[in-house]
C-alpha cells in the first residue's frame, strides 16, 4: 500500500473514491488521528489521482458518467483487476471451467483423475485407500482445490478466493502467491486425506490459510493488508461451527474440517516464516 495525501477530517472524499473506482484505481481511505489518509493498492497510479486529488481541491472533479459508459467503466475495471492479478484470476478461471466440466460432482468420470484418492468406476464407484499411487500421480496433492460441490460452495469460495488472493497478489507480489497457493494447497489436502478415505474438495482450505496468513504477517511486519476483523470473527465462527458437525447436523452436509484447519495452521506458520526471513533482512 502506498500513502498518496491526507485530508483534515471535514473532507468529503466520497466522489472522490467514486471517480477512482470507476477508473479501476484501487485504494483505501483510513481515518488517523485528525487526517484522512488516501492510500493505493498500486504505486503506478499515483500520478493520475494526484491529479484527480488537485482536480477535487478546484472543484473540477469529473463525475461519474450516465450508466451505459457506467457499464464500460465497470467493464474495464473488472477487466484491469483481472489483468492486475493474474494468479488470482488463473486460478479462479480454471476453478470455474473444472467446476461446469465436474458437473458440480456429478461427473465422476472427469473427477476420478483430479481426486486424492483414486476412484475405481466399476463396477461400482468406491475410493481406493493407501498413498502410494500419489508416486505416480503426485497432481493429485493438488487439484482436490478445484473440486466443488455445489453452486454454493463454488461461490462462497469463489468470492473468498477473489478477495484474500487479490490482496495479497496486488499488495505483495504474483510469485508470492503463487507459493502460497500451491504449499497451503499440499498441507490442507494432506490434512483432510489423513482423516480418513473420502472424497472431498474446494478452495476453502487454500481460502483458511490466506486467511491465517494475512492476519499474522499484519500482525508481525508493518500493515500492508488492513483485513477488516468482521472477516476473521465470521471465519473463524463458520471454522468451529465445521468442527463441531453443526452443518451435518443441518442437512447441510459435511464439512472439509481437517483441511479448513490445516490450511489456516500453514498460513500462520507461513506467514512467521515471512515475517521472520524478511526481519532479519531488514536488519
Not at 465422476?108 to 475405481?120: D, G, Q
Not at 468470492?159 to 507480489?173: H, K, M, N, T, V
Request: aromatic share 10%; charged share 10%.
Amino acid at each position: 500500500m502506498f500513502l498518496v495525501m491526507s485530508f483534515p477530517l471535514h473532507v468529503d472524499l466520497l466522489p472522490l473514491a467514486k471517480v477512482l473506482w470507476a477508473r479501476g484505481i484501487s485504494h483505501q481511505i483510513l481515518e488517523k488521528g485528525s487526517e484522512q489518509q488516501l492510500w493505493l493498492v498500486q504505486a503506478g497510479q499515483a500520478s493520475e489521482t494526484l491529479e484527480l486529488c488537485q482536480l477535487m481541491a478546484h472543484g473540477e472533479l469529473p463525475t461519474v458518467g450516465a450508466k451505459s459508459k457506467g457499464r464500460n467503466k465497470l467493464r474495464i475495471s473488472l477487466l484491469g483487476n483481472m489483468l492486475g492479478a493474474p494468479i488470482t484470476s488463473g486460478v479462479l478461471v480454471i476453478t470455474l471451467l473444472l467446476a461446469l466440466l465436474t458437473g458440480m460432482g456429478d461427473e465422476l468420470v472427469y473427477i476420478a483423475p483430479l481426486s486424492f484418492y483414486t476412484i475405481i468406476l466399476q463396477p461400482e464407484p468406491h475410493l481406493l485407500s493407501g498413498w502410494e499411487h500419489l508416486i505416480s500421480e503426485p497432481w493429485r496433492v493438488l487439484t482436490p482445490v478445484w473440486l466443488h460441490f455445489g453452486w454454493l460452495h463454488l461461490v462462497f469460495n469463489s468470492l473468498w478466493w477473489w478477495d484474500l488472493g487479490r490482496r495479497i497478489e496486488q499488495r505483495q507480489s504474483s510469485r508470492r502467491l503463487l507459493w502460497l497457493f500451491i504449499l497451503i494447497a499440499l498441507l490442507s489436502n494432506a490434512a483432510q486425506a489423513w482423516e480418513g478415505v473420502h472424497l472431498f474438495g474446494g478452495l476453502s482450505g487454500v481460502i483458511y490459510g490466506l486467511l491465517g496468513y494475512i492476519w499474522l504477517y499484519d500482525r508481525l511486519r508493518t500493515p500492508v493488508f488492513f483485513l477488516p476483523q468482521g472477516i476473521l470473527i465470521f471465519m473463524l465462527i463458520w471454522l468451529i461451527l465445521g468442527l463441531t458437525n453443526a452443518f451435518s447436523a443441518l442437512g447441510m452436509g459435511n464439512m472439509a474440517n481437517m483441511a479448513h484447519l490445516g490450511g489456516l495452521l500453514a498460513g500462520l506458520a507461513l506467514a512467521f516464516i515471512v515475517a521472520m526471513l524478511e526481519s532479519r533482512r531488514s536488519r
